[in-house]
């Protein structure tokens, strides 16, 4: 006999967000190959990203994404009353600092993606919403479902993946495709 307590069955719309996110996940990852920390915090570009940082901030803003699904607003900080320390700190996300590795960096966008893939799996409705929480570019009384976040995920991570893929063909002519 099998046991099946613990094995959900995803169809439909949520198996079609979890396949479209993991492939976007994927190809932000693939970025990384072969390549050293030291390179995973390169700048190749005119942009301050590197490859670490997009990962941290991907990881930062699936994080958050999917504790705003489950909690609303009070899960994520008022970004209209963000400070210039808050906004350097923030930045941090987007650098390898110091003692950071590119395998400790996946190794935790690894355990949000798995959180997140399970949450999607569990959540009794998609349509569940929370008003967004307060910041200049949100209107004041818009609301999300959890299905809008999990877009929202999937876009990031898609333009975030992108960009790494600009900053590797820059860091060492490697490209994630073609």
């Known amino acids: 006999m099998t046991d099946t307590t613990n094995t959900t069955t995803v169809t439909d719309e949520r198996a079609d967000l979890l396949e479209t996110l993991a492939k976007h996940r994927h190809f932000l990852r693939f970025t990384t190959r072969d390549l050293t920390d030291?390179?995973?915090?390169?700048?190749?570009?005119?942009?301050?990203?590197?490859?670490g940082g997009?990962?941290?901030?991907?990881?930062?803003?699936?994080?958050a994404w999917a504790a705003f699904i489950v909690e609303g607003a009070?899960?994520?900080?008022d970004f209209s009353a963000m400070t210039e320390a808050d906004f350097a700190k923030r930045a941090d996300e987007f650098k390898m600092l110091p003692g950071e590795t590119l395998a400790g960096v996946l190794a935790e966008y690894e355990e949000v993606a798995r959180r997140t893939d399970e949450l999607v799996a569990k959540l009794?409705?998609?349509?569940?919403?929370?008003?967004?929480?307060?910041?200049p570019w949100f209107d004041?009384?818009?609301r999300w479902s959890a299905r809008r976040v999990l877009l929202h995920?999937?876009?990031?991570?898609?333009q975030h993946a992108g960009h790494a893929d600009i900053i590797?063909?820059?860091l060492d002519g490697a490209k994630t495709m073609g």
């Open 74 to 77: 009070s899960a994520m900080p």
């Open 124 to 135: 009794p409705d998609l349509n569940a919403s929370h008003p967004l929480p307060r910041a």
């Open 54 to 63: 997009l990962i941290k901030h991907v990881t930062s803003v699936e994080r």
């Open 153 to 158: 995920i999937i876009a990031e991570t898609a």
């Open 168 to 170: 590797r063909e820059s």
């Open 38 to 51: 030291e390179q995973a915090g390169t700048r190749s570009t005119a942009s301050a990203l590197c490859l």
């Open 140 to 142: 004041g009384d818009a």
